[in-house]
């Protein structure tokens, strides 16, 4: 059982170029999530989509764009990367109502751009 | 602003004794609470979690303590052992069929031999 599969693990990109990052789930999940971590700022969320075909945006998502392409997938883009997103990225997936159940998360993302 | 707080970014505790990491919040709407457990180069996993209508729930080690009048929950783990050794995140939620959580900061723990 895969859960949620981030892809790539690792990513250098210079100011100004674009990337996707890909998050697929294996568990039927209704929910999806994207998170950015930060030193001393905790996970902070981008988007969600609540459920397929749907999308909103969350806390920090200036800069970015997603896509809910089908139930098992959700992507993150940077149109033109900035340093300030450098960080660490999270995609997890949720059952639709989350108490009792939380998130899954994948195994993360480290993007520096330079 | 940050509607979880975890003020204590870090917490050394030896092996065997109580740990006891705290977290507090601002937003009354908020009625589910989880705590998360993150290893290096690992997304964060589920740990335990506590529904506003409980003050207390108990998983083995962990225990995680609500208050709701002074917003504040706080994670007991009784023993603790060195694979504790991680980032321990709060995080809370307003239940319903679009929920989201909130993160804390983050606590890093560790445990010494």
């Known amino acids: 059982n895969a859960g949620v599969t981030q892809t790539p693990k690792f990513q250098v990109l210079k100011t100004g170029q674009s990337m996707t990052l890909q998050c697929a789930q294996d568990?039927?999940?209704?929910?999806m999530y994207w998170y950015r971590q930060d030193p001393g700022m905790g996970l902070r969320l981008i988007y969600y989509?609540?459920?397929?075909?749907?999308?909103d945006k969350g806390e920090v998502p200036n800069g970015y764009n997603v896509s809910r392409l089908n139930k098992r997938e959700f992507s993150l883009r940077l149109e033109s990367a900035a340093p300030s997103q450098t960080s660490v990225y999270f995609c997890a997936s949720s059952r639709l109502g989350i108490a009792n159940y939380g998130y899954t998360f994948g195994s993360g993302t480290r993007l520096t751009v330079v | 602003d940050q509607q979880v707080k975890q003020n204590s970014p870090s917490l050394s505790v030896q092996e065997g004794r109580i740990s006891i990491l705290n977290c507090d919040y601002t937003n009354s709407m908020f009625d589910y609470f989880l705590w998360y457990k993150k290893y290096p180069a690992e997304g964060p996993t589920f740990l335990i979690s506590i529904s506003s209508i409980k003050d207390k729930n108990e998983d083995g080690r962990f225990t995680v303590f609500l208050n709701k009048s002074a917003k504040h929950l706080s994670l007991h783990i009784v023993p603790s052992q060195p694979g504790d050794s991680a980032v321990y995140f709060c995080a809370a939620t307003t239940t319903g069929t679009a929920s989201k959580l909130t993160f804390g900061t983050g606590t890093r723990l560790q445990v010494t031999l």
């Open positions: 568990m039927n999940h209704n929910s």
């Open positions: 989509s609540a459920s397929e075909g749907t999308t």
